[in-house]
């Protein structure tokens, strides 16, 4: 009789604390989350792709409201000037100025390189959230800095296997994100420095993107301007904005 008393003792502890660990690590990624988009975000960007052969840079500028709506303005370098793209819900749609068409990216194509970066489509528009589509848990706490690692949950769209995210709580900034395949094989690496404070926000102001299968390539992004919270116009998430701000 005590032994049981005893097991259901450990089950319970074992289950409590199961709980309080998953609701924490659900807080923390939610706070990284709102920290990222705020209400809604406006950001100039500069990004420098590096292979074995070269380096080209790109500047864009980018608007963005809740996790739904996104529009990316191209402005550097000439020739690709004025290349934009919308994303609604789970749709995104890119327009060309040389060839005056829109295009509508499929869901097949949101996980391809966006402008030859290391980058991708999903990236730029951030289709998926890491709040809806994943389940976190807490795998290692040293100080301020928490490991999460993060499952994919059964019915949500994404590609990943999992992701292992290291988080600053200090800021609630992520400093460290791994992605995996569904083998468990490390496929790119997100690092992020320079963190600064923008009114109650936080953002790190330098980014570099590390694919596991390109030697001696990755792409680096630089943030130049962040405005969080401020009057974005609907214009810019309506179809029509694809040609009338690519001017």
């Known amino acids: 009789m005590k032994q049981n008393i005893l097991f259901i003792i450990m089950i319970t502890i074992l289950t409590t604390f199961t709980t309080v660990n998953a609701n924490e690590a659900h807080d923390i990624m939610k706070k990284v989350d709102d920290n990222v988009r705020g209400q ?6 500069n990004m420098s792709i590096t292979s074995r052969s070269h380096t080209r840079t790109m500047k864009m500028q980018v608007w963005a409201q ?19 793209f919308l994303s609604l819900s789970n749709q995104m749609w890119q327009y060309v100025p040389k060839i005056e068409r829109i295009i509508k990216i499929p869901p097949s194509m949101m996980l391809q390189n966006w402008m030859g970066s290391d980058v991708t489509n999903d990236d730029m528009v951030k289709q998926s959230s890491l709040v809806e589509d994943y389940e ?10 928490i490991t999460l690692e993060l499952i994919p949950k059964e019915d949500a769209a994404v590609v990943w296997g999992k992701i292992i995210s290291e988080v600053d709580t200090a800021t609630y900034t992520t400093t460290k994100a791994t992605f995996y395949d569904e083998e468990g094989d490390a ?18 102001m330098y980014w570099r993107i590390t694919p ?20 974005i116009s609907d214009k810019y998430f309506k179809k029509s904005a694809l040609k009338r701000f690519s001017r």
Do not use: A, C, H, L
């Open 66 to 84: 809740g996790q739904k709506k996104s529009f990316v303005k191209t402005i550097y370098p000439p020739k690709d000037r004025g290349i934009t």
């Open 187 to 204: 496929v790119r690496v997100f690092t992020y420095k320079d963190v600064q404070k923008f009114g109650r926000y936080y953002t790190p």
């Open 40 to 45: 809604n975000i406006y950001m100039q960007m």
């Open 136 to 145: 976190p848990r807490i795998v290692k706490k040293e100080g301020t800095f």
């Open 212 to 231: 596991s299968d390109k030697d001696g390539s990755f792409t680096e992004i630089v943030i130049k301007e962040v405005v969080y919270d401020s009057d």
